[in-house]
């Protein structure tokens, strides 16, 4: 499942091929690709992942994961998010529906042990809440409190390569014989190369202990002779990415016009950015005053219960305000920490709401 964006993307000098580390191989040509596009949707991936051929909305064959009590399975997602939600092209999953969902596989003995690689900003809290006595091990990027980065700017694309997790992670998968090493040695890696985000683990540490190779194809050893492993570099958080993507276009183009159209762009992005801060800052004080919650919160972790919340929270934020699947309110996603410490203080979630809907109407943010 993967949008697939970049190969032919208009902005791509090199058509058809990607790469993900500097002066990498073309890793683009042979990728199964069962879910394109439009079809990649936290619904479809749910329906996939438990095996529910009926619940997938595509035109074409409905490939999914038709899984019993001996199976293992692999997951990785690698986009945006907050607290409480990760990205998907055009709609989010939320936390609360992803647990849900793996409780009831669970119940449904669809697997033997799952095994989840996660990439986003505040990746810790999509996990946090992993069922208890379940047979899942999950690696996210960072704690539910803290950003993600990327990697390895690149002058000719004028774009990050990677992000920080997945180019350790794969760096070292590839130069590893997979039969020898753990999930448990994959997250040591982790912590001691990642250099900005801290990885975390969360779930069942009996499933971290077993080979790699139980879920992963080994990688062949004459890949594992001549990898070379790379240190991720030019690290920038995924909030600021865009803005220095932006700066970096501004400073190459030679073309007046065109430098003058960048100029306009990055300063548009910067008063949207503005917009986006006044308007949480005012939903922000209007809540407290209406008794929904407290943004001195010391924590960002949400029970099962504020996780539910919280969507309903994010959610009309998102449709109400800024929405954050189109590239210009992106990022909105920033700001949702905001809403997520509110939740977690256990504060009235209408006076949130409420808050929320007399700021559309009444802030000069959005006029």
């Known amino acids: 499942?993967?949008?697939?964006?970049?190969?032919?993307?208009?902005?791509?000098?090199?058509?058809?091929?990607?790469?993900?580390?500097?002066?990498?191989?073309?890793?683009?040509?042979?990728?199964?690709?069962?879910?394109?596009?439009?079809?990649?949707?936290?619904?479809?991936?749910?329906?996939?992942l438990r095996g529910d051929e009926s619940a997938v909305t595509k035109t074409g064959p409905k490939k999914v994961i038709k899984s019993g009590k001996d199976d293992t399975i692999f997951v990785f997602l690698s986009d945006h998010g907050a607290p409480g939600l990760f990205c998907f092209p055009s709609s989010s999953l939320y936390a609360t529906d992803f647990i849900d969902e793996l409780q009831k596989m669970a119940n449904n003995k669809q697997f033997k042990q799952m095994v989840i690689f996660m990439e986003c900003c505040y990746s810790g809290s999509m996990l946090e809440n992993l069922p208890e006595n379940v047979s899942i091990y999950g690696v996210t990027a960072c704690p539910p409190d803290t950003v993600a980065y990327f990697c390895y700017y690149d002058e000719e694309r004028m774009t990050y390569l990677a992000a920080e997790m997945s180019a350790v992670w794969m760096s070292y998968t590839e130069v590893s014989d997979l039969d020898k090493i753990t999930f448990q040695d994959e997250f040591t890696n982790l912590q001691e190369h990642m250099q900005q985000s801290v990885p975390c683990e969360y779930g069942d540490k009996d499933v971290s202990k077993l080979s790699v190779s139980t879920f992963l194809k080994n990688t062949p050893p004459s890949t594992r002779e001549t990898k070379k492993v790379q240190k991720p570099t030019d690290l920038i958080s995924f909030y600021e990415a865009p803005f220095k993507i932006l700066e970096h276009k501004i400073q190459r183009e030679e073309d007046p016009d065109k430098k003058e159209a960048l100029k306009k762009k990055y300063e548009n992005l910067q008063k949207i950015r503005s917009s986006i801060e006044r308007?949480?800052?005012?939903?922000?004080?209007?809540?407290?005053?209406?008794?929904?919650?407290?943004?001195?919160?010391?924590?960002?972790?949400?029970?099962?219960?504020?996780?539910?919340?919280?969507?309903?929270?994010?959610?009309?934020?998102?449709?109400?305000?800024?929405?954050?699947?189109?590239?210009?309110?992106?990022?909105?996603?920033?700001?949702?920490?905001?809403?997520?410490?509110?939740?977690?203080?256990?504060?009235?979630?209408?006076?949130?709401?409420?808050?929320?809907?007399?700021?559309?109407?009444?802030?000069?943010?959005?006029?």
């Open 1 to 48: 499942m993967m949008y697939d964006d970049i190969a032919y993307n208009t902005e791509n000098p090199y058509q058809g091929n990607i790469i993900n580390e500097p002066n990498g191989p073309n890793v683009y040509p042979g990728v199964l690709k069962d879910y394109t596009g439009e079809d990649v949707t936290p619904e479809n991936f749910l329906a996939a």
């Open 279 to 367: 308007s949480v800052e005012e939903i922000r004080d209007l809540s407290i005053r209406a008794g929904g919650g407290s943004a001195a919160a010391e924590t960002m972790s949400l029970s099962r219960t504020q996780l539910q919340d919280f969507k309903t929270v994010a959610e009309l934020f998102r449709t109400t305000c800024f929405n954050w699947h189109e590239t210009e309110y992106q990022y909105a996603l920033s700001q949702l920490p905001v809403f997520a410490k509110l939740c977690a203080s256990g504060g009235n979630v209408q006076g949130i709401l409420d808050a929320i809907k007399q700021v559309k109407r009444t802030s000069t943010a959005f006029k």
